[in-house]
């Protein structure tokens, strides 16, 4: 199981990584916010803008992956986005 999450983990954050990426940056940028922080600790990845948690990728191998996002209004962009069987993409807070 231990060498599966190892060969897992880099290709579902390959997979999630650059969407996230780019509807962060468009979003930093219409606010003129300060870049993105990103922080890569397995098997989570978080993503931050002026040290506020915006995004996480929580990896679970087997199962669905799940990314919580934590500003409701990049939720539905990224819903439609991530679009996989393989994703949970739900609201940190209320969790849908």
Known sequence: MADATRDGFPRAVARVAPVIDEVLGAFAASYELAAIQRRDARPTVTWA??????VEFEFHE???SVVRVHD????AQLRRRLRSKRLIIEHALTGQ
């Open 49 to 54: 803008i002026d040290n506020e948690l915006i």
């Open 62 to 64: 087997p199962g669905r």
């Open 72 to 75: 409701i209004s990049l939720l």
